[in-house]
Antibody, heavy 120, light 107 residues
Framework: QITLKESGPPLVKPTQTLTLTCTFS??????????VGWIRQPPGKALEWLAL???????RYSPSLKSRLTITKDTSKNQVVLTMTNMDPVDTATYYC????????????WGQGTLVTFSS | SYELTQPPSVSVSPGQTANVTCSGD??????VSWYQQRPGHSPVLVIY???KRPSGIPARFSGSNSGNTATLTISGTQAMDEADYYC??????????FGTGTKVTVL
């Protein structure tokens, strides 16, 4: 059974760096073709893809956010970490991580999401 | 950048058929997936590779993709199908492009 769970600070301040961790089970990020992605959703708005990391450490980023994002993996811990620099209130959103199957281009398992908001 | 456009809302009566469209340039050349998101919940994959259903997804969900438009069809719509639906395509420049989302209301 594949599960993913996001963790991170619920509150951030402007200009801070956000670090989110996705801890997963039921699959290995060493398996050919497998990947883990991050997607966010501002309140009441659509899904937005952020980043993806493959089993072979290949990384892809959203062009609009590429300069602010870094995605890494720790295969031994079954974790994927996303950092986003220079946070702004417009980055308020629920952040999800999701599993990409080795055979396709879809996200078949999603975490429960973690809401990130701003403190004044 | 590649964009996918969906109607903001679709209304359907219980037991009837709902069609949710997703438009993008030469979308028929790409594989399209569809996700259901109920309020307060994470997205759930309901269709992948245009028309395939994951295990556990009811047969009333089906999909098609041709030309510039992909369509999610919900036949015999039930109250539990009321949710937001997002299409997603894979593009060489951006691995995951999501549509603008459609709220399906079962009246």
């Amino acid at each position: 059974q594949i599960t993913l769970k996001e963790s991170g600070p619920p509150l951030v301040k402007p200009t801070q760096t956000l670090t989110l961790t996705c801890t997963f089970s039921g699959f290995s990020l060493s398996t050919s073709g497998v990947a883990v992605g991050w997607i966010r959703q501002p309140p009441g708005k659509a899904l937005e893809w952020l980043a993806l990391i493959y089993w072979d450490d290949d990384k892809r980023y959203s062009p609009s956010l590429k300069s602010r994002l870094t995605i890494t993996k720790d295969t031994s811990k079954n974790q994927v970490v996303l950092t986003m620099t220079n946070m702004d209130p417009v980055d308020t959103a629920t952040y999800y991580c999701a599993h990409k199957d080795s055979s396709g281009y879809f996200l078949d398992y999603w975490g429960q999401g973690t809401l990130v908001t701003f403190s004044s | 950048s590649y964009e996918l456009t969906q109607p903001p809302s679709v209304s359907v009566s219980p037991g009837q058929t709902a069609n949710v469209t997703c438009s993008g340039d030469k979308l028929g050349d790409k594989y399209v997936s569809w996700y259901q998101q109920r309020p307060g919940h994470s997205p759930v994959l309901v269709i992948y590779e245009d028309s395939k259903r994951p295990s556990g997804i009811p047969a009333r969900f089906s999909g098609s993709n041709s030309g510039n438009t992909a369509t999610l069809t919900i036949s015999g719509t039930q109250a539990m199908d009321e949710a937001d639906y997002y299409c997603q395509a894979w593009d060489s420049s951006i691995p995951y492009v999501f549509g603008t989302g459609t709220k399906v209301t079962v009246l």
